[in-house]
């Protein structure tokens, strides 16, 4: 297997989630969130280095009430720029030429499993791209902005919604990188950029439960979730995707 980089943002500014921690600093069922998202990766021996992104104006708090978390285990704490992109540039220009793969991984998805990331570094490793993604299931809806109505319902088939871990040849990343000046002001995600750039990515199938904590409400139902994985054991779905989505 390929030596992986992991790229965790955490700069973002927590506008929509209110209170006084930012979303990857609030504890999710004694841990904070942040830590659960990162530990998914950070004892696997095909990674390198977790390289945790924090605006400069957070380090210190960071320190004082995390930083025996990480003192001991292999993570790399780099600052933040203004946008997302440029906290991940930070990162990916701290990691060595010789790492393989990069995986960008979202401080607020904490409940992600080993057996997706195995899945989704199998298939980069494979493909030099990859990506988990849910196929959509709700009736998508385009609403004017200024009148609140209906402009357009839009198809679902084909329509998956996109999760993370991503994870990308190292060399197609900076390429990207290098170059996303030149491209879409509308790109969302690094997948997007890197589709920018010609490389296909491969989807394997995430997982409802891997979603991304941005209200109170969604920090609810992650505990909720937690709680019942403690409740019962682990199951292994047959997803019938074939080899790649074999858990």
Known sequence: MPTVAVIIPAAGKSSRFGGK??????????????????EMFWTRDDVSKVYLVLSPDDREE?????????????????????ERFDSVANALGRIPDSVELVAVHDAV?????????D????????????????????TLK??????????????????????????????????????????????TDDAQLVEAMGHPVAVVPGSPANFKITTKD?????????KARQSKPAEKPSLGFGDEAKW
Do not use: C
């Open 218 to 226: 969604d920090l609810e139902l992650a505990e909720t979730v937690l």
């Open 62 to 82: 960071f320190r004082r009430r995390f930083g025996h978390l990480i003192a001991f285990n292999n993570v790399e704490v780099v600052d933040g720029g203004a």
């Open 21 to 38: 921690d930012k979303k990857p600093f609030v504890s999710l069922d004694g841990r904070p969130v942040w830590q659960r998202a990162a």
């Open 119 to 138: 899945t989704v570094f199998a298939a980069a490793a494979r493909h030099g791209a990859a990506m988990p993604a849910v196929p959509v299931a709700d």
């Open 142 to 187: 385009r609403v004017d902005p200024i009148s609140n109505r209906i402009t357009e319902t839009i198809p679902r088939a084909g329509l998956w919604q996109a999760q993370t871990p991503q994870v990308f040849r190292r060399d197609w990343l900076v390429e990207a990188y290098a170059r996303r000046g030149e491209l879409s002001a509308a790109i």
């Open 109 to 117: 998805r904490p409940l992600g499993s080993s057996q997706l990331v």
